[in-house]
């Protein structure tokens, strides 16, 4: 029987990366050579569960009991657990199935990832507002404290692209009064009535998740669930809010159950997101990106 041929090493960045904000001198990643491969995992300090020493402990477990031929292709199914190619019951952590399944799918060769996907582009203030005149759909945070700022950065990229589409990110910095307060001063705005129809969506902006609803009843612009919908994916729920929107990043759940919840949901909207995903993994959510063709996926890369 072939082994499959795998080796692991932790490598650092090269240089400081910023993520989320935030400068991350000293993060690594775990680099996997499979197959004559390589891929590079990273985990996150308070976005990902496990450390890359757990990850490289269960993935050599996993593919050191593992043949080639005890893959089976003829039952192929990317609804199933390891898309059906391997029968095996552990319970895995879901990053660690992402890991696995980001693998196995390199594997596949009768399916097609390389097909062109919209992406959205992610503002920042070191670019000229003139740069995104041909840009599609944007990115942008905003923050209570910084309500001024924000309002003439929309009303400055608007004025020069009234084209573009605008997702606000509010990383859950608002209490309820704010983000009422946000949408009024949007309101009294010149360009108010046309601009507010180019906001796509406010993405998780509340502290309090439970005060959307009390929002949404003041206010059109719907809401995405990012960190929030953890919560109905376990339970296998949908989306309670009307118009509902899911921000999801697969390598916090595996790809098989990304890929299972967006058939089971249908007509949820579904915007794939990155988790600071290196190029050698980005294909992997390309894949899940394809279930959506129509939407402006969030897979920016910072390589």
Not at 16 to 37: C, Y
Not at 79 to 99: M, P, R, T, W
Not at 210 to 237: G, H, M, T, V, W
């Amino acid at each position: 029987m072939k082994n499959f041929n795998t080796s692991y090493q932790v490598q650092s960045y090269k240089k400081p990366v910023s993520v989320r904000g935030h400068l991350m001198p000293t993060n690594n990643f775990l680099k996997v050579q499979f197959q004559g491969h390589d891929f590079f995992f990273s985990t996150i300090t308070g976005l990902h569960e496990i450390s890359l020493k757990e990850l490289e402990h269960h993935l050599h477990d996993f593919f050191q009991s593992l043949s080639i031929e005890q893959l089976n292709f003829h039952s192929l199914n990317f609804n199933q657990k390891y898309f059906g190619l391997i029968i095996n019951e552990d319970s895995l952590h879901h990053e660690v199935l992402f890991a696995i399944e980001v693998l196995l799918l390199s594997l596949i060769k009768n399916i097609d990832i390389n097909k062109d996907l919209l992406i959205n582009q992610v503002y920042s203030s070191q670019v000229n507002v003139k740069e995104y005149k041909n840009t599609q759909c944007l990115k942008l945070k905003i923050s209570p404290k910084l309500m001024k700022e924000n309002l003439s950065v929309l009303t400055s990229l608007h004025r020069e692209n009234p084209h573009l589409i605008f997702r606000l990110d509010g990383n859950r910095q608002f209490e309820l009064i704010d983000l009422l307060e946000f949408k009024h001063q949007l309101d009294q705005l010149p360009e108010s009535s046309t601009l507010i129809k180019k906001i796509d969506y406010f993405e998780e902006p509340l502290k309090n998740f439970y005060e959307s609803y009390l929002f949404l009843k003041n206010c059109p612009i719907p809401i995405a669930l990012d960190e929030s919908f953890k919560s109905y994916f376990r339970l296998d729920q949908k989306i309670p809010f009307e118009n509902s929107i899911a921000v999801i990043k697969p390598a916090l759940y595996g790809i098989s159950s990304v890929y299972k919840w967006m058939n089971q949901n249908a007509d949820s909207r579904v915007i794939i997101s990155s988790s600071y995903e290196h190029p050698s993994v980005l294909y992997s959510l390309s894949f899940l990106g394809q279930l959506r063709p129509t939407e402006f996926h969030g897979l920016e890369n910072q390589f």
